[in-house]
C-alpha cells in the first residue's frame, strides 16, 4: 500500500506551486519512516527530486520523521481523527517520532506537514 | 462613506506595579461588560467577529485588548534590556488593572487558552468582582510537548515557527480563510512574545491543586473547548471540570483551540446559550 501512496508523493508536490515555493530554501534529503519502512525523500529548491525506499544503514537524511502505518493512514484521511490531523497534534500523543538535526524541519514546518499531507485524500 | 465596522479602538495608559503600560482596546456593544482575553502570542484581533455581532452586543458591552508585548500594546519602556516571561501574577495585575481603569462593574471575563486559564485563577481570587468567567480552551494543567526555545532563536524566523507550531491547534473543518487569518496573528507576534507567554501557560500557571476551590455559585464557571485541540483536550477540560463543582463544560465539536477566530459561526452556536444564561442569572 505504502509504495504506491509514497509514489504519488513526488507529482502531487511538484505540481503544488504554493507549497514548492513555500519550500523554496528547503534542499536535504530527510527519513519518512511508514511503520518499518524508510523512505528516503530528497528536496531540492522545494521539489521533490527522488523518494525510494532506504535499503542499507548508511543511507541517511538531514532528519526522521516516523509513524506507524496506522496513523499514516488515518493522517491521509479527507477529514482526519483528531490527534491524527497534523504531525504536530501527533506529538503530545507520542504517534511520531522525530530524530536528527531538526533545525531545517522547524525552520521549513509548515512546508514539511503539507508535503506529508500532500497525500491527504480529496472529497469525493 | 466605507461601511464601518461596529467595532472602536483606541489607546490609553494604565499603570501596573509602578510600570506604565501603553494599552490598545477595542469594544463594540452595551450592556454587560464581557472583557475578553487573546490566546498566547496573539492579540485581540482574535475577537473580531463576536465585537462585530448583534446578537451579542445589543446585551453586552464587548471589550478585547492587547496585552502588552501583544498586537498594538507596546512593551514596557526598558523592555530590551530583559527577556519577556509572563508570571500567573502579572496577568492577573494586568488583567485587574485593566477592568479597574474601565471601572468596569461585575463584568464577565472571557479568555482562550492562557486567558482561559487566567479565568479560572480570577473565578477563585476575584469571585466577588466578576459576574462569571469562561474559559475557553482553558484547563487548570497542561503537561508541555515541545522544547519552547524552538520558539525564539536567531536561525528560525518566529513568525513562520509560531504559527507552524500553532497551525495543528486548528481544526481542519475551520474554513481555510479563517484558519489563515488566525495564524497571520501569530506570524505578527514579537520575538519571543510567544515563548514568553508560554512560560505563564505551561509552566508558572498551573492551577489543579487550588481550581477545587473555585466557588461557582459565587462565580459561575463554564468551559468551553475544543475536539481538535491538542493542549486543553477534551479529556484534560473533562478533568478540570470534575475539579471545580458546578463548573459546566462543553466539548465544542469539530473545533480546534482557536474557537472565536478559526471558525466564528460554529463557535456562536456554542457561546450563545452560555451568553444567554448570563443574562438570566
Not at chain 1, 479527507?78 to 490527534?83: A, G, I, L, Y
Not at chain 2, 481550581?211 to 468551559?223: A, N, R
Amino acid at each position: 500500500m505504502e509504495a504506491e501512496i509514497i509514489n504519488e508523493l513526488k507529482g502531487l508536490v511538484n505540481r503544488n506551486a504554493a507549497l514548492t515555493r513555500r519550500g523554496k530554501w528547503v534542499n536535504l534529503s530527510f527519513i519518512f519512516g511508514i511503520g518499518d519502512d524508510d523512505y528516503l525523500i530528497n528536496v531540492a529548491k522545494g521539489k521533490i527530486v527522488e523518494v525510494r525506499k532506504r535499503t542499507l544503514p548508511t543511507e541517511c537524511g538531514e532528519f526522521s520523521i516516523r509513524a506507524t502505518k496506522n496513523t499514516w493512514q488515518e493522517h491521509w484521511q479527507h477529514m482526519p481523527k483528531r490527534d491524527y490531523h497534523d504531525i504536530w497534534s501527533m506529538l503530545p500523543k507520542k504517534l511520531i517520532t522525530l530524530d536528527g538535526n531538526l533545525i531545517p524541519l522547524i525552520q521549513n514546518l509548515q512546508f514539511f506537514k503539507d508535503l506529508i499531507a500532500s497525500l491527504r485524500e480529496e472529497q469525493t | 462613506m466605507p461601511l464601518f465596522e461596529p467595532i472602536i479602538g483606541q489607546y490609553f495608559t494604565m499603570d501596573v506595579n509602578g510600570q506604565s503600560y501603553r494599552i490598545y482596546v477595542e469594544e463594540s456593544g452595551s450592556g454587560i461588560p464581557l472583557v475578553c482575553l487573546h490566546t498566547a502570542g496573539s492579540d485581540a484581533r482574535q475577537y473580531r467577529h463576536l465585537l462585530c455581532d448583534e446578537t451579542i452586543t445589543k446585551n453586552f458591552r464587548v471589550i478585547a485588548f492587547d496585552m502588552p508585548w501583544h498586537g498594538k500594546s507596546n512593551p514596557p519602556p526598558g523592555f530590551r534590556s530583559k527577556e519577556y516571561k509572563l508570571t500567573t501574577n502579572l496577568y492577573k495585575d494586568i488583567v485587574m488593572a485593566f477592568c479597574h481603569s474601565y471601572d468596569l462593574i461585575n463584568p464577565v471575563i472571557m479568555g482562550c487558552s492562557m486567558g482561559g486559564r487566567l479565568t479560572l485563577h480570577l473565578a477563585l481570587e476575584q469571585a466577588n468582582y466578576f459576574r462569571s468567567v469562561i474559559a475557553l480552551e482553558g484547563a487548570d494543567k497542561l503537561e508541555p510537548y515541545y522544547d519552547l526555545s524552538w520558539l525564539h532563536r536567531p536561525d528560525i524566523h518566529g513568525g513562520e515557527v509560531c504559527a507552524a507550531f500553532v497551525s495543528a491547534q486548528v481544526a481542519p473543518q475551520s474554513p481555510d480563510e479563517y484558519r489563515w487569518e488566525t495564524l497571520w496573528h501569530y506570524m505578527q507576534g514579537g520575538p519571543g512574545v510567544f515563548k514568553g507567554d508560554l512560560y505563564f501557560y505551561w509552566h508558572d500557571g498551573d492551577f489543579d491543586d487550588r481550581s477545587p476551590k473555585i466557588d461557582t455559585k459565587q462565580c459561575p464557571v463554564y468551559l468551553l473547548s475544543g475536539e481538535y485541540d491538542s493542549s486543553c483536550t477534551p479529556e484534560r477540560t473533562m478533568e478540570t471540570a470534575g475539579r471545580i463543582s458546578g463548573a459546566k463544560a462543553t466539548i465544542m465539536s469539530g473545533m480546534g483551540h482557536f474557537p472565536m477566530s478559526e471558525n466564528p459561526e460554529l463557535f456562536k452556536s456554542y457561546i450563545y446559550p452560555v451568553l444567554e444564561e448570563i443574562l438570566d442569572m
